[in-house]
Every structure is written in structure tokens, then in C-alpha cells.
């Protein structure tokens, strides 16, 4: 099943840091932009179903709706930055129906930009301006070709209709009916595009919320499984379980333990 991460969004001036010792993290979708810096040991990236691996020093851009996944192995110290289009509103305009043949570039000359971006008290203006050089140097090293705009476009309502209609009972067919498209297209291209069927991301954005309420809240589970739009409790826990390994209640109670989640 995909995470589809519903707390990396892509509204104005998001910005988010995640440092991490051996990081194994499994497929997920978001609609922001990734930066992610290898500073030594390796990691393996899924991009869309490719794999490519980072070595110490080097990095990665990721689009937003691409499906990816990280794996560690032996040892990696690494850190990510997921972040909404606008800090970087030219690129995105000029590249935004391109596709990085080669997304792996070296890094390591320019990690004091990664410090950086990695201090909380860092300002806008400073973010920004270590985005563009991260940006300057990923397009010096990366070949890109044309992708398809219809398919990007399409992924991008899909997620919007996930986002918008998940308490609702969302469908593929009434999204197909919403865009004008012929059920068997939006069906086809699905599969193709998030190489997983539409009841999983669905139940993926609504676990990923569920995630995000339980640490960041004091509500109930009962009022958490209906705020992510199950039908009752038992589903609820059910489908938790089975994302996550654990009980919404485990899942609280560790999050406060490790000192993340709201007391």
C-alpha cells in the first residue's frame, strides 16, 4: 500500500526537515517537492518503480506525485527536505512537464546550503536561495525529457479529489464522471501512474491523517477514525493495524514515549 502523506502539502511557503540515521521508509505519495542529501553510507531510492542508489555526498530532487520509497542496508546518515512549489515558482513553471533521466548528482562541495536548510530558525529568503542553488545544481547534472502532461495533470486532480472527498465515500467512477473522462481511461492511467489501486490510496491518505491527529492532537480514536472518514471504529483499527503494524492506541502511546506526540 502507498502513504499518501497528507500533512506535506503543497500550499505556500511549506517547508519541512527530516534528518535520519539508517532510514528505511516504504512507498509514499505527496504533492510537494523532496530534496534528500546522502552524508555517508548508502541509500537505495524507489522512484516510480526504478531503482537508483545515493552514496555519501550525493542527492536527489523529487517531483511531486511521484511514488518513491527509501531502503537502508548496511549505514546511511541522510537528510530531507519536502517543500511546496512556490519557494521555487520558476522552476516549477519551466520544468513542471519534465522528467530527470539521471535524478543522482553530487552534493557534497555545497552541504554548508544543507546546514542551512536544516536549521529551524532559517528565514525564507535564506531557504530560498539555497533551494535555487540546489536547483542549479541539479540541472547542470541531470538530462530531462518531455513527460506526459495529461498524465501529470491527471495525477495531480486525482490527488486533489482524495484530498477533498475522502469522508465522502470517493470513487474512481464518479472521479472519472467529475473530469469528463471515460471510466476505463482514468482506470488505465491510474494503475500506470501510482502503481496501486484507488480504495489503497484512499486508505492511505486517510491512515497518514490518522497518524497526523494522533500525534499532533488530544482528540479521541473515535473521533479520529470519523475525522478520517471511517465508517466506525472497528474499520478503523482494522486498517490502522494493517498500515502500521499497530493499534491507533500503540501508536499514540509510543509517539508520546519517544516525546513526538501531543501530551
Not at 497528507?6 to 534528518?19: G, P
Not at 523529487?62 to 537502508?72: E, G
Not at 529568503?125 to 495533470?153: G, M, N, P
Request: hydrophobic content about 35%; proline content about 3%.
Amino acid at each position: 500500500m502507498i502513504g499518501y502523506e497528507s500533512d506535506r502539502s503543497n500550499i505556500a511557503n511549506y517547508f519541512y526537515r527530516q534528518k535520519d540515521t539508517n532510514l528505511n521508509f516504504p512507498a509514499h505519495i505527496h504533492d510537494s517537492f523532496e530534496f534528500f542529501y546522502c552524508y555517508e553510507g548508502e541509500t537505495r531510492l524507489s522512484i516510480d518503480g526504478n531503482e537508483v542508489l545515493l552514496r555519501g555526498g550525493e542527492a536527489t530532487l523529487l517531483f511531486p506525485s511521484v511514488v518513491h520509497s527509501y531502503a537502508t542496508e548496511g549505514h546511511s546518515q541522510t537528510v530531507l527536505f519536502v517543500f511546496s512549489s512556490s519557494y521555487i515558482h520558476s522552476f516549477y513553471e519551466s520544468y513542471k512537464y519534465k522528467t530527470p533521466l539521471s535524478p543522482v548528482f553530487p552534493f557534497a562541495a555545497f552541504e554548508e546550503a544543507v546546514r542551512i536548510l536544516a536549521a529551524p530558525d532559517t528565514d525564507h529568503y535564506r531557504i530560498k536561495s539555497c533551494l535555487y542553488l540546489i536547483l542549479s545544481e541539479f540541472v547542470k547534472h541531470t538530462e530531462f525529457a518531455d513527460c506526459d502532461a495529461h498524465a501529470r495533470d491527471l495525477a495531480t486532480k486525482i490527488l486533489a479529489y482524495v484530498k477533498e472527498n475522502y469522508t465522502q465515500g470517493p470513487s474512481l467512477k464518479e472521479l472519472a464522471k467529475l473530469l469528463g473522462y471515460s471510466y476505463n481511461y482514468v482506470s488505465g492511467n491510474f494503475r500506470s501512474i501510482f502503481h496501486t489501486n484507488f480504495l489503497q490510496l484512499v486508505n492511505g491518505y486517510r491512515i497518514s491523517l490518522a497518524q497526523h491527529l494522533l500525534e499532533s492532537t488530544s482528540d479521541t480514536i473515535i473521533g479520529i477514525s470519523a475525522a478520517c472518514g471511517y465508517d466506525s471504529p472497528q474499520s478503523f483499527n482494522r486498517n490502522f493495524l494493517h498500515v502500521t503494524g499497530m493499534t491507533p492506541s500503540q501508536y499514540r502511546a509510543r509517539q508520546a514515549a519517544n516525546g513526538t506526540g501531543k501530551q
